[in-house]
C-alpha cells in the first residue's frame, strides 16, 4: 500500500472519487494507485495528484523522483507556471503549513494570499507563536513607483488599495511576535515567497498583474545556487527597507 498518498489524501480532505475527477481517471485506478504496492501512475497523472493534493512527487512516489532526478543547477527548480493563478492555492497552503523556522511574503502587495489562504492571518500568528519568523517586503502605497505601476497596470483594483488592504490585515495581527513588515520599492517588478528553503517566485511582465507573472517554484539543493540568489536579493532589500510600524519591537 502507497501510505504517503493515503495520508496525503486525508490530509487533503478528498475522497478517491474526487481525486480521481481532478486527475481525469476511473475511481477504481485510484484505488490501484493507494493499494498496489510499488505501483507508480503516469508523469502527468502524478503531477496532477501532486497538485491536488499539495504534496510532492518526492513523498508521494519516490522511486519515479529519483530517476527522473537532475544533477544540474536546474534541479532546484522543482515546477514552472506560466501564470501565478495556475500555481495552485493547496500548494501555497503546504508551503505555508510545513514552514517551521521561516516564512518570507516579498510580493509588491502581497493582496492575493488574503483573497486566497483561508484564515491567513489565523495561520501566520500561530506559526510566529510557534517560533516561525514573518516578515511581509511590500511597496509603499504613496511612492512615486507605486504609482507609475498603478498608470502602467490601468487596473479597477488599484495597486495601493491593494497595498493598503495587506497593510489593514496586518494591522490585525502585528502584535503578535515574530511578525514584522517593511517598505521597499526594490521588489517592484520581482516578488519571491520563501518558505524555509521552498520559495515561489515570480517576474513581472511589462503591463500585466501579478496573477499573470510566470512562476517558479524552487527548492534549496546547494548553496549559491538561484534559491540562494534570490535570498539575498531578498535580504538586502529587507536590510534597506522602512519599517511599516516605527514603534515595532516584532523581527
Not at 49 to 54: D, F, I, Q
Not at 128 to 143: H, I, Y
Request: hydrophobic share 35%; aromatic share 8%; proline share 4%.
Amino acid at each position: 500500500m502507497n501510505e504517503a498518498l493515503r495520508r496525503a489524501l486525508l490530509q487533503a480532505h478528498l475522497t478517491d472519487r474526487q481525486l480521481a475527477e481532478r486527475c481525469g481517471v476511473d475511481i477504481k485506478t485510484v484505488g490501484r494507485w493507494i493499494t498496489e504496492t510499488g505501483r507508480v501512475p503516469h508523469a502527468r497523472h502524478r503531477w496532477a495528484v501532486c497538485e491536488a493534493l499539495g504534496e510532492d512527487e518526492a513523498v508521494l512516489w519516490p522511486t519515479a523522483a529519483r530517476k527522473a532526478i537532475k544533477v544540474g543547477p536546474d534541479r532546484e527548480v522543482v515546477s514552472v507556471y506560466p501564470y501565478r493563478s495556475g500555481c495552485p492555492a493547496s500548494l501555497w497552503r503546504s508551503l505555508i503549513t510545513k514552514a517551521e523556522r521561516e516564512l518570507t511574503f516579498a510580493g509588491y502587495t502581497n493582496y492575493f494570499l488574503w483573497l486566497e489562504q483561508a484564515r491567513f492571518g489565523t495561520a501566520l500568528q500561530r506559526k510566529a507563536a510557534q517560533g516561525c519568523r514573518v516578515r511581509f517586503l511590500l511597496g509603499s502605497p504613496d511612492s512615486d513607483l507605486t504609482r507609475s505601476r498603478e498608470r502602467d497596470e490601468d487596473a479597477a483594483l488599484t495597486l495601493s488599495t491593494r497595498i493598503r488592504v495587506t497593510l489593514a490585515e496586518l494591522e490585525k495581527i502585528r502584535r503578535q511576535p515574530g511578525i514584522d513588515a517593511r517598505f521597499s520599492d526594490g521588489h517592484a517588478h520581482l516578488s519571491v515567497f520563501r518558505f524555509d528553503d521552498d520559495m515561489i517566485v515570480t517576474p513581472l511582465l511589462t503591463h500585466s498583474v501579478g496573477h499573470d507573472a510566470p512562476t517558479l517554484h524552487l527548492r534549496r539543493h546547494q548553496d549559491d545556487g538561484m534559491f540562494d540568489r534570490f535570498a539575498s536579493h531578498v535580504e538586502e532589500l529587507w536590510g534597506r527597507g522602512n519599517p511599516v510600524w516605527e514603534s515595532s519591537g516584532n523581527g
